[in-house]
């Protein structure tokens, strides 16, 4: 059974997407869920956190999909922190 998904683009955006899946005679949602299937196979179908092995795993993942440069974590207490600032005060506003 197939299931629709609505994606919204920019018109540009669409057109260029639509001019590249015809030079390789495909329609645009053909284009579209083969462009999916091919990010979509960067990642493991799953990846169970149950053990030293495979939390490893994950972290190697992460670092394989985020590279080496990615910022760090904050800080577990600040991060609770501002968790309860938030409950208190409620969300910045903008």
């Not at 955006?13 to 495909?26: F, Q």
């Not at 462009?35 to 994950?58: G, K, N, Q």
């Not at 991060?79 to 938030?86: F, G, P, Q, V, Y």
């Amino acid at each position: 059974m197939s299931t629709r998904i609505h994606i919204v683009l920019d018109p540009e955006e669409k057109e260029r997407y639509r001019a590249l899946a015809s030079r390789e005679g495909k329609n645009l949602s053909e284009w579209v869920r083969e462009a999916v299937r091919e990010r979509a196979a960067d990642y493991p179908a799953e990846l169970p956190l149950d053990t030293p092995d495979s939390l490893d795993a994950f972290f190697a993942e992460c670092d394989r999909v985020h590279g080496p440069d990615a910022p760090p974590e904050s800080d577990w207490e600040e991060l609770k922190r501002l968790i309860a600032e938030s409950k208190i005060e409620g969300l910045p506003r903008p």
